[in-house]
T-cell receptor, first 112, second 114 residues
Framework: QQQVKQSPQSLIVQKGGISIINCAYE??????FPWYQQFPGKGPALLIA?????SEKKEGRFTISFNKSAKQFSLHIMDSQPGDSATYFC???????????FGTGTLLAVQP | SAVISQKPSRDICQRGTSLTIQCQVD?????MFWYRQQPGQSLTLIAT?????????ESGFVIDKFPISRPNLTFSTLTVSNMSPEDSSIYLC???????????FGSGTRLTVV
């Protein structure tokens, strides 16, 4: 119940293409769903986040789509750039404990 | 959002020894979180540290192995005790930055045990 499942494990996209990463959860007590970007040797950095009362959130080239009934959410990176090459983690927060549970991560490579 | 300073950034330690990792936040926070990230893996929560109370450990992590201190609202330490090569990981601290800023992470401590 505490797991967050993330796919794909790795993704190769051409420059200018759309990168899509998917996550699914089971615990309906999760109340906050962030996405993190991590470059090698760095800590994760918050990219964008959404709450379950919103179905979509867009910030620049990054969009979260959220399907509460299906318990799924996804990250779309439009016009992907080589500088977007990093590992992306979805996460979910338990409203009861404030703990963040992370997905398994997706290694994104954007080819020039 | 909060700024976290984590020390050391990396260390190479002999097995059987202990290492204390420091996490300093530039603002007062109620909850601090310690994570472990094994090579090529995701982040796993070790424990939650609240000021003035004992840390709460996740399944698989025990206080004798990972003692945590939280002396005030801006500082915490995590000690990795009696280290073995299996403890080689990145250790990260994190704080909640409120609704606008989400959770902020330190840059991590890359630990190698030889």
């Amino acid at each position: 119940q505490q797991q967050v499942k993330q796919s794909p494990q790795s993704l190769i996209v051409q420059k200018g293409g759309i990168s899509i990463i998917n996550c699914a959860y089971e615990n309906t007590a999760f109340d906050y769903f962030p996405w993190y970007q991590q470059f090698p040797g760095k800590g994760p950095a918050l990219l964008i986040a959404i709450r379950p009362d919103v179905s979509e959130k867009k910030e620049g080239r990054f969009t979260i789509s959220f399907n509460k009934s299906a318990k799924q959410f996804s990250l779309h990176i439009m016009d992907s750039q080589p500088g977007d090459s990093a590992t992306y983690f979805c996460a979910a927060r338990s409203g009861a404990t404030n703990k963040l549970i992370f997905g398994t991560g997706t290694l994104l490579a954007v080819q020039p | 959002s909060a700024v976290i300073s984590q020390k050391p950034s990396r260390d190479i330690c002999q097995r059987g020894t202990s290492l204390t990792i420091q996490c300093q936040v530039d603002s007062q926070v109620t909850m601090m979180f310690w994570y472990r990230q094994q090579p090529g893996q995701s982040l796993t929560l070790i424990a939650t540290a609240n000021q003035g109370s004992e840390a709460t450990y996740e399944s698989g992590f025990v206080i004798d192995k990972f003692p945590i201190s939280r002396p005030n609202l801006t500082f915490s330490t995590l000690t990795v005790s009696n280290m073995s090569p299996e403890d080689s990981s990145i250790y990260l601290c994190s704080v909640e930055g409120g609704q606008l800023y989400g959770y902020t992470f330190g840059s991590g401590t890359r630990l190698t045990v030889v």
